[in-house]
């Protein structure tokens, strides 16, 4: 396949079948186990229902030695609830909940809720909130990276999950109890002010169990060089799929996030006449090495010439890859995170 070009009527051809596909570059992983049963306490948080008019804002502590030691980056998290409660049927329901990750180095999480937030802290997800949860069902949130960036964990440090959430009318909002586990650590705050709070607002939760998480993760990454390049310079990418070395590469970019449906995965671009140019690799001058094959180490590189033009300034351009193997379903075994680049100038 030397152009995803010829691969977009496949993508097209998606839209009508529902045909389950697995991804080797695509995997869980689960704090601290997978285990959802009447067997498992049950914890409150960080799903705790705030007083009325009120907000929560938890942080986790994922210790490295349960995130599997390889760099990978975060797709989705998951929860499961328990026992339905009296009352609770209705589920959480939240005007806004916000999730941020960051990398850290501490081995217990400060009350202070800044300093737990020490490296390349990712806002994930900020959207209304609505679960009905399903007794020992696995949630996914749903993360919508407002930011158009992935959180990508570095491999080798801890990771902080930051959750907070506020109700405010006509919203209303029960407590989710989830299956739990007393082996993770938590600090939060639960009274009005607390979803912006940030400075020394953080209290431990004693004994109280911790939901678990289920971590969803990619090891096909695509990274920008530079977040706002500017005119008349280059825009670098780094492309990064270890499981997948020595396999072509189609790299794409486009004007919307789409997604595009590729049976149960999703292409995060939109299918676009950008998309058709830079995947069908028609201005090879402009769009350098959006077509090639990954290096032993599965790493590959490619960039954008952008030309000195004024009309491009504040354009953002949305762009992620595949790598290619015969063998795969639509002939596409790994798909990358979405990265963006807004134009400077």
């Known amino acids: 396949m030397r152009g995803w070009g010829r691969s977009i009527p496949l993508a097209l051809a998606a839209l009508l079948v529902t045909t389950g596909l697995g991804s080797t570059a695509e995997f869980h992983l689960y704090l601290p186990d997978s285990s959802v049963s009447s067997?498992?306490?049950?914890?409150?948080?960080?799903?705790?229902?705030?007083?009325?008019?009120?907000?929560?804002?938890?942080?986790?502590?994922?210790?490295?030695?349960?995130?599997?030691?390889r760099v990978f980056w975060v797709k989705d998290l998951a929860f499961a609830a328990t026992v339905i409660r009296p009352g609770a049927e209705g589920g959480l329901d939240a005007s806004v909940c916000q999730i941020r990750i960051a990398h850290c180095r501490r081995t217990s999480l400060s009350t202070t809720f800044a300093d737990n937030l020490e490296a390349d802290l990712t806002r994930v997800h900020e959207a209304p909130l609505r679960w009905v949860p399903v007794s020992y069902q696995w949630w996914d949130v749903g993360l919508n990276r407002p930011d158009n960036s992935p959180f990508v964990y570095n491999g080798r440090d801890n990771m902080v999950l930051e959750i907070r959430f506020k109700v405010t009318a006509p919203y209303t909002c029960n407590s989710v109890w989830c299956c739990g586990s007393h082996s993770l650590q938590i600090v939060k705050n639960r009274f009005p002010g607390a979803y912006s709070a940030a400075q020394d607002d953080g209290f431990p939760v004693g004994p109280s169990a911790i939901a678990k998480v289920r971590i969803a993760a990619g090891d096909a990454i695509l990274l920008a060089g530079a977040a706002s390049p500017r005119i008349g310079t280059d825009a670098d990418w780094v492309l990064y799929a270890p499981p997948d070395a020595n396999l072509p590469y189609q790299l794409g970019s486009s004007l919307g996030r789409g997604p595009i449906p590729l049976g149960s995965r999703q292409i995060p671009l939109?299918?676009?006449?950008?998309?058709?140019?830079?995947?069908?690799?028609?201005?090879p001058h402009i769009f350098v090495g959006y077509a090639g094959t990954l290096d032993a180490s599965g790493r590959g590189a490619a960039r954008i010439r952008i030309p000195q033009a004024t009309a491009l300034i504040g354009i953002t351009l949305h762009s992620a890859f595949v790598t290619i193997d015969s063998k795969e379903p639509f002939g596409i075994k790994s798909i990358s995170n979405p990265a963006a680049v807004r134009i400077a100038s």
């Open 39 to 69: 067997l498992e306490p049950a914890a409150i948080y960080p799903w705790e229902s705030p007083w009325v008019q009120g907000e929560l804002r938890c942080q986790y502590l994922l210790p490295a030695s349960l995130l599997s030691g």
């Open 270 to 283: 939109a299918l676009d006449a950008l998309l058709v140019l830079t995947a069908g690799n028609h201005a």
